[in-house]
């Protein structure tokens, strides 16, 4: 898969795209990073990217003369998905995950400031995309976020596939969270293991997972539990 990203930070984009399963994906030849420095696209000698938005008020807007660039530098096939980063984008979920996962270019645009000229939309976003109900400096964190989601996703990036399919929000556990897992010491600050993980009982160990992820679930994400039973 080839994975696109227009930033004003393209040094600090090009390092967190080679950490972790990014990374992995990269070294592996899965995943091939491109990241373009929208400043290489300004309009004038200082690298301008950014203007007072028409109508007054404080801050900047991102122009879109040097987006519209940027994304066609790519030379991307029609039909490719161009995502805008924005608070005001449609939320991040393991579906959308998923979609992207299955796209051979992802193309991230991040904007910056007070938002990005309108017609960025009009002209080359095919999708927006927020990771929150929250407000971000920039969709810079925000890419790297879905990256991450939709890279470990590709065949053969993760060592062991079979973890990923129980990962919360996987396709087979939709709307159920995942168990809680332990590991060494066996106690820890008066904390034991339950006795159950020890037991070498694989059809009780499964019995006191399923019953982990539900409790779980109940508590901190009854809403999932309600989706599940609306979608059955
Ligand atoms: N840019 C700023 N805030 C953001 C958010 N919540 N999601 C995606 N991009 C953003």
Redesign the pocket.
Known sequence: MNINVISIFPGAMETILSMGTMGIAAKKSLAGYRVVDLRDFAKDNYGSVDDVPYGGGGGMVMMVEPICDAVRSLGLREGSPVIL???A?RMFDQALAHRFAAADELTFVC?RYKGVDERVRELVATDE???????????EL?AAVCIEAVVRLLDNVLGNEESRDTDSFSERRKHILDCAYYTRPVEFNGLRVPDVLLSGNHKEIQKWRENSSLERTRARRPDLLANGARES
């Open positions: 980063m924005s608070p984008g904007g995309v927020s990771i929150g109900n929250f407000v971000l400096s920039g969709g925000a």
